[in-house]
């Protein structure tokens, strides 16, 4: 078992930045992929960024290249969402999210643990 746990959210105003922190436990081991989803009301849940742990590739979804960064801290077994230049179609529950593997997969129903999620609101 792996267990997530997501810090960070808050509201903020548009152009503004914030950093969501996921911190890893359990059987985390280093062939991992870390993601971070997000899901707005009446929206689906998508994939804005991924790492692979061992590799370190990323992945973005095309509306937040350019201005959020996924890392991630290998002794704190921690991965970080760095949110620049926020907008308020950003607004949604951001999840941390984890699977097994080196291959980046942005489909939700390829991730198998979850954090409880963490509200970010942006206001125009």
């Known amino acids: 078992q792996v267990q997530l746990v997501e810090s960070g959210g808050g509201l903020v105003q548009a152009g503004g930045s914030l950093r969501l922190s996921c911190a890893a436990s359990g059987r985390t081991g280093s062939s991992y992929v870390m993601g971070w989803f997000r899901q707005a009301p009446g929206k689906e849940r998508e994939c804005v960024a991924a790492?692979?742990?061992?590799?370190?590739?990323?992945y973005y979804v095309d509306s937040v290249k350019g201005r959020f960064t996924i890392s991630r801290d290998n002794a704190k077994n921690t991965v970080y969402l760095q949110m620049n230049s926020l907008k308020p179609e950003d607004t949604a529950v951001y999840y941390c999210?984890?699977?097994?593997?080196?291959?980046?997969?942005?489909?939700?129903?390829?991730?198998?643990?979850w954090g409880q999620g963490t509200q970010v609101s942006v206001s125009s």
């Open positions: 790492i692979s742990w061992s590799r370190g590739s990323t």
């Open positions: 999210a984890a699977r097994p593997g080196e291959v980046i997969l942005i489909q939700r129903y390829n991730y198998n643990y």
